[in-house]
């Protein structure tokens, strides 16, 4: 997911003398003004966690450095709001540099904000280096997460004397997950959660699994069925030099380092293909960004501009890969193995660390049971069923997945009991239908914004924002304040 999904740029080293041609280097040059401020005024600090909520007897009861950051800049002492981020799949800094809008809802309703890094991400890994070998990695799970941040608020709402601050949570994509299960969890702790992207539906195994990689055409198609086409046709040719195993051919038309040799690469060079658009169509946003890489303004356009640049469909094909995967234009070849490493959720799990917690989690609680298949979508059949997630998850984790547990755990869509949540969305989003679109009462709350991408509505006011997202964080602001009114009456009432 994420990413859900986290994907990071990674350095590669070159063998290929073939010059890759992507994008000249000026189409991603930041705005002056994209939205992230060079100081977000944030102060890193470590938080004593305990490593197993659950069980007195595990892991010696140890305990385990969290990250989390923290600015009071705003905060009415004592008195103003909580903004508390529940992190996900990731550094927490990435999330906290690429989510304006909770600063500046915070300077305006005199708000203290704390951004959480989700155990097992970034620098907050219970074990060190071994928090990824089996059995230490089995404490990687939501409900684990969950009891991180609510000891977390609890015990710096004494330690900052904030114990009369209302808190509301936010998140985006699983952090928006976290946000809704926050809520839902702990309302003792928290008033109120704005779940941005968050797929609580089709995550919990509800939904079409053809729904994803659909909606990801629908964004290209919505630009020019003609785009949607032609990378279905480049996709088709890709196949038949692979049937011929014209694997020259095939190096040389997507300057790779390494000229494929078997299905299992053709299998990967089409995830890596079908991964770069995945990515350009949840960041499909109208500035330039640096977030989960690089991305140019408006990238889908881009995008389709490239593809329908010349008659080669095979070449437009890779420089349209090179939108994600050679933002900086530096790379000469692409390395398969390298920039996309292939997983338990076919949206992508990014690199590094962070991309084997995802996977882990992906072979537990999180349904990403995702296929495209060349008919509702414009991609190579490439289905990831239910059987095949389980010989992958018990072959990489030796664990079995729990289909419906998510459901069971946080409700899904038996949310008629919740109350003070919104649920945004953008359509352009391929997340956004695998959430909650419809209000389902007058404090369960969907917005849905017309021209958003992934959690749009959490990033900072831009001078390119569209009117839909304006009126979003607007929205958002209102219920927001109302919400911590009422948790401020409610404790009057009982104190």
């Given at each position: 997911?994420?990413?859900?999904l ?6 590669v080293?070159l063998f290929c003398?073939?010059v890759?041609h ?8 930041s ?6 401020k ?11 966690q305990?490593?197993d909520?659950f069980?007195f ?9 969290q990250r989390?950051l923290?600015?009071?800049?705003y905060w009415?002492?004592?008195y103003g709001p909580?903004f ?6 990731g550094?927490?800094?990435e999330?906290a540099?690429n989510s304006?809008f909770?600063?500046?809802l915070?300077a305006?309703?005199?708000?203290l904000?704390?951004f959480a890094?989700?155990r ?11 928090s990824?070998?089996?059995p ?8 684990q ?7 977390m ?5 004494l330690q900052?004397?904030a114990?009369?601050?209302?808190v509301?949570?936010?998140g985006g994509s ?5 946000s ?9 702790i928290?008033?109120?959660a ?5 797929p ?6 509800l939904g ?7 909606d990801?055409?629908a964004?290209f198609?919505s ?5 949607r ?6 996709f088709h040719?890709?196949k038949?030099?692979a049937?011929q195993?014209?694997?020259?051919r095939?190096?040389?038309?997507f ?12 299998h990967q ?5 079908r991964?770069g658009?995945?990515l350009?169509a949840m960041?499909d ?6 977030f989960?890489g690089?991305?140019p303004?408006?990238p889908?356009?881009v995008?389709?501009?490239t ?10 094909l890779?420089?349209?890969?090179g939108?994600v995967y050679?933002?900086t ?6 390395d398969?193995?390298?920039l996309?490493v292939?997983c338990a ?5 990014g690199?590094?660390?962070?991309s ?5 989690q ?17 991609f190579p ?15 990489r ?10 459901k ?20 352009l989003?391929?997340?956004?239908n695998?959430g909650v679109?419809k209000?389902l ?9 017309s021209e958003?991408?992934h959690?749009l509505d959490?990033?900072a006011?831009?001078e390119?924002?569209p009117v839909s997202?304006?009126k979003?964080?607007?929205?958002e602001?209102?219920?927001i304040t109302?919400w ?8 009057q009432?009982f104190?």
């Amino acid at each position: 997911m994420r990413t859900i999904l986290a994907f990071s740029t990674v350095t590669v080293t070159l063998f290929c003398a073939d010059v890759l041609h992507s994008l000249p280097y000026s189409h991603f040059q930041s705005r002056k003004h994209n939205g992230v401020k060079a100081d977000p005024q944030f102060t890193e600090k470590y938080f004593s966690q305990t490593v197993d909520h659950f069980n007195f007897n595990s892991m010696g009861n140890g305990s385990f450095n969290q990250r989390y950051l923290i600015t009071d800049k705003y905060w009415k002492k004592g008195y103003g709001p909580i903004f508390f981020y529940t992190g996900n799949e990731g550094d927490i800094w990435e999330f906290a540099l690429n989510s304006g809008f909770i600063t500046e809802l915070a300077a305006q309703q005199g708000a203290l904000v704390i951004f959480a890094e989700h155990r097992y991400y970034g620098t907050s890994l219970p074990f060190g280096n071994d928090s990824f070998n089996i059995p230490q990695i089995g404490l990687l799970t939501v409900e684990q997460a969950l009891a991180d941040y609510a000891i977390m608020i609890t015990e710096l709402k004494l330690q900052l004397g904030a114990t009369d601050s209302p808190v509301v949570v936010f998140g985006g994509s699983y952090g928006g997950m976290l946000s809704v299960y926050m809520r839902l969890k702990y309302p003792n702790i928290v008033a109120g959660a704005l779940a941005a992207s968050a797929p609580i539906l089709s995550t919990a195994g509800l939904g079409d699994s053809r729904q994803f990689f659909r909606d990801v055409t629908a964004d290209f198609a919505s630009v020019a069925s003609e785009c949607r086409d032609a990378v279905r046709q480049a996709f088709h040719q890709l196949k038949e030099l692979a049937e011929q195993q014209d694997y020259s051919r095939i190096q040389s038309e997507f300057a790779l380092c390494k000229p494929p040799s078997s299905a299992q690469d053709i299998h990967q060079l089409n995830g890596l293909l079908r991964n770069g658009f995945t990515l350009m169509a949840m960041l499909d946003y109208p500035y330039s960004t640096h977030f989960m890489g690089n991305m140019p303004a408006n990238p889908v356009q881009v995008a389709c501009k490239t593809m329908l640049g010349g008659s080669n469909l095979l070449a437009n094909l890779r420089d349209t890969a090179g939108i994600v995967y050679n933002s900086t234009g530096l790379l000469t070849c692409f390395d398969l193995y390298s920039l996309y490493v292939e997983c338990a959720d076919p949206t992508g799990c990014g690199l590094g660390f962070n991309s084997q917690a995802w996977d882990y989690q992906a072979c537990t609680e999180i349904e990403l049971c995702y296929e495209s298949n060349n008919v509702t979508d414009m991609f190579p059949p490439m289905p990831f069923t239910e059987r095949e997630r389980e010989v992958y998850c018990s072959k990489r984790w030796a664990v079995v997945p729990r289909p419906g547990w998510l459901k069971i755990q946080f409700w899904a869509d038996a949310l008629s009991t919740a109350s003070n949540i919104i649920f945004s969305n953008g359509d352009l989003d391929p997340w956004a239908n695998g959430g909650v679109r419809k209000s389902l009462s007058s404090s369960l709350v969907a917005i849905n914004i017309s021209e958003g991408a992934h959690h749009l509505d959490l990033r900072a006011s831009n001078e390119a924002d569209p009117v839909s997202v304006i009126k979003a964080r607007k929205r958002e602001a209102e219920l927001i304040t109302q919400w911590v009114e009422m948790e401020r009456r409610r404790s009057q009432k009982f104190s």
